[in-house]
């Protein structure tokens, strides 16, 4: 993975609105988790509905085609409807994140005028059990429910996403009959497993509540094995050749990546979060510019030379599965506080996976 010295082509296709960071629900490993007492002086640098309409009409301008509207909890803001039908008028295609626990009549209304292209929806567990474990309120889990029911009627793309931490391990396979049984066969399941530390000002209990890397491991290589067979059929399935194609990828090496970071952030993506930074990845605020401040296209052209272009450590450029790996320059400053440091988590998932890949 390498930077270029030059700086690559970039185009704003992809953006995020990120209204607020204020939710309803404390999950452990939430990056933006904060204690109530906080909220009002988050609300009172909030930006305003009128604040990111316009600025929508400008990111239109400037080319982005595809746009999430995302939190926190996006519904928990009282305006929600407001923002989100002058965003939409702007003709971008529209995915909404949501935990579907606020979904009201109100907003349902405003849905089905102006329906999204995709739902994204979160769901942490199959009980109430394991919300209250998870998200420290177990009746979210029946809201969840009911608010997802009322989505379901949308005719935009429905998609599950979820995070797995030692609470809801277990809980893997009854989410996704959940899902099947109650929303349909077609519904997809989307797991994050790797649970990042926070650095935006967030007190998630990342390292206290993600798995270890041999589950986490094991997790991606039970859900992978399952998409295959799901793909090709379990009569075609072929445990060998699977290790045979693996294998090969673990021992490319020609992968230069012309990037900022490791991937597309600042490079075709990007985000604004709620207190109006512009930055590459919602994971890191370190590097920003400032929107609201002149104008998008401006702070898009000025965001590169706001971002310290950081040298991979020359021990993951020499890694010979440095292709399997999932690290980047910004999971190696969250899990480490700077760049250049090996993030010995990630580090340690990749060598579980490359562990049974090598066994015989």
């Not at 909030?46 to 926190?72: F, S, Y």
């Not at 250049?340 to 562990?355: A, F, R, S």
Request: one cysteine or more; a neutral charge.
């Amino acid at each position: 993975m390498e930077v270029l010295k030059e700086m690559p082509p970039r185009n704003p296709i992809n953006g995020t609105f990120e209204l607020t960071v204020r939710c309803n629900l404390k999950c452990k490993m939430c990056l933006f988790i904060h204690d109530d007492s906080e909220n009002p002086e988050i609300m009172a640098k909030e930006k305003t509905a009128e604040d990111w309409i316009d600025m929508a009409r400008q990111v239109a301008d400037a080319g982005t085609m595809n746009l999430l509207i995302t939190g926190g909890e996006p519904m928990l803001r009282p305006d929600f409807c407001e923002i989100y039908e002058g965003i939409y008028k702007q003709g971008f295609i529209i995915e909404l994140f949501t935990n579907a626990t606020l979904v009201s009549d109100k907003i349902m209304d405003t849905l089905r005028k102006y329906p999204p292209h995709k739902i994204g929806v979160t769901l942490y567990g199959a009980s109430f059990e394991t919300y209250k474990k998870v998200c420290g309120n177990g009746n979210a889990f029946n809201k969840a429910i009911k608010g997802i029911e009322l989505l379901n009627n949308l005719p935009s793309k429905l998609e599950f996403r979820t995070t797995i931490i030692k609470d809801n391990y277990r809980d893997i396979d009854h989410i996704e009959n959940l899902i099947h049984d109650k929303f349909g066969e077609d519904k997809k399941l989307i797991i994050t497993k790797t649970v990042m530390k926070s650095v935006r000002g967030g007190n998630s209990q990342a390292e206290l509540c993600r798995l270890n890397p041999k589950d986490n491991a094991n997790l991606m290589l039970r859900r992978s094995m399952k998409i295959i067979k799901d793909t090709v059929g379990s009569q075609n399935f072929d445990m060998e050749k699977v290790k045979f194609e693996t294998k090969k990828i673990l021992n490319y090496h020609n992968n230069k990546r012309f990037t900022l970071f490791g991937c597309n952030a600042g490079i075709s993506s990007y985000s604004i979060t709620w207190n109006g930074k512009l930055v590459g990845c919602q994971l890191f605020d370190k590097f920003y510019s400032e929107p609201f401040d002149n104008s998008f296209i401006d702070a898009w052209n000025q965001y590169p030379i706001h971002v310290e272009l950081p040298n991979m450590n020359s021990e993951c450029i020499n890694c010979k599965y440095r292709n399997r790996c999932s690290i980047c320059h910004i999971s190696m400053y969250t899990e480490t506080g700077k760049f250049g440091e090996i993030p010995n988590y990630i580090c340690n998932c990749t060598k579980e996976v490359v562990k049974f890949f090598n066994e015989e």
